[in-house]
């Protein structure tokens, strides 16, 4: 196992995100001015504070939609929706933070939301009407969420420091709900 330090490790993430600066800004500025999004797929972006954000959205399929509000440096936001009326909405304050998210299927939601740093949420959610709520508040906070079926509900609450959650949910219609405080 390779051991590496942690400034040489914000050294070479500084020293890779630095170039996207200028472009995520004119990339802001573009999605601003308006965009190519096709048919009723909907992305809200705000840079406005931040200076290496970064965001991937891929959508495909009828009224999808996203709304990122990233502030702090280097949060990382990535999204994959495909189905119809799927919905995400992030909000990430602080330095490091990150979404992955898949959802497939229809009427798939997820709210999501950090305040802190170095926290990550990853969520997959594959069938029909799964919904997600997930809030973190603190410092090297993760979730690992994956939904497959239907009509699953998953509410998250995490406020602390290294708190740590997994959930599967499989088959029809379950609802977990977590909260965790440190």
Same mark, same amino acid.
Request: glycine fraction near 10%; proline fraction near 1%; charged fraction near 10%.
């Given at each position: 196992?390779?051991?590496?330090?942690? &400034?040489?490790?914000?050294?070479?993430?500084?020293?890779?995100?630095?170039?996207?600066?200028a472009?995520?800004?004119?990339?802001?500025?573009?999605?601003?001015?308006?965009?190519?999004l096709?048919?009723?797929?909907?992305?809200?972006?705000? &840079?406005?504070?931040?200076?290496?954000?970064?965001a991937?959205?891929?959508?495909?399929?009828?009224?999808?939609?996203?709304?990122?509000?990233?502030?702090?440096?280097?949060? !990382?936001?990535?999204?994959?929706?495909?189905?119809?009326?799927?919905?995400?909405s992030?909000?990430?304050?602080?330095?490091?933070?990150a979404?992955?998210?898949?959802?497939?299927?229809?009427?798939?939601?997820?709210?999501?939301?950090?305040?802190?740093?170095? $926290?990550?949420?990853?969520?997959?959610?594959?069938?029909?009407?799964?919904?997600?709520?997930?809030?973190?508040?603190?410092i090297?906070?993760?979730?690992?969420? $994956?939904?497959?079926?239907? !009509?699953? /509900?998953?509410?998250? !609450?995490?406020s602390?420091?290294?708190?740590?959650?997994?959930?599967?949910?499989?088959?029809?219609?379950?609802?977990?709900?977590?909260?965790? !405080? /440190?």
């Amino acid at each position: 196992m390779k051991a590496t330090t942690r &400034s040489a490790v914000h050294s070479f993430t500084l020293a890779l995100a630095l170039p996207l600066v200028a472009l995520s800004s004119a990339w802001g500025g573009d999605l601003d001015s308006g965009s190519e999004l096709a048919g009723g797929s909907e992305l809200d972006f705000n &840079s406005v504070i931040s200076v290496a954000n970064l965001a991937v959205a891929h959508q495909e399929g009828n009224l999808n939609d996203v709304n990122a509000r990233q502030y702090g440096l280097l949060n !990382y936001l990535s999204a994959l929706q495909d189905g119809q009326k799927n919905r995400l909405s992030v909000t990430q304050a602080g330095n490091e933070n990150a979404v992955i998210s898949r959802q497939k299927g229809e009427d798939n939601i997820a709210a999501l939301l950090q305040a802190g740093y170095e $926290n990550q949420i990853r969520l997959n959610q594959i069938g029909f009407a799964n919904e997600a709520g997930i809030s973190q508040f603190g410092i090297q906070n993760s979730v690992l969420v $994956n939904q497959l079926g239907v !009509y699953h /509900n998953v509410n998250i !609450y995490q406020s602390g420091n290294g708190l740590h959650t997994a959930v599967t949910q499989k088959g029809t219609a379950i609802t977990t709900t977590v909260n965790q !405080y /440190n």
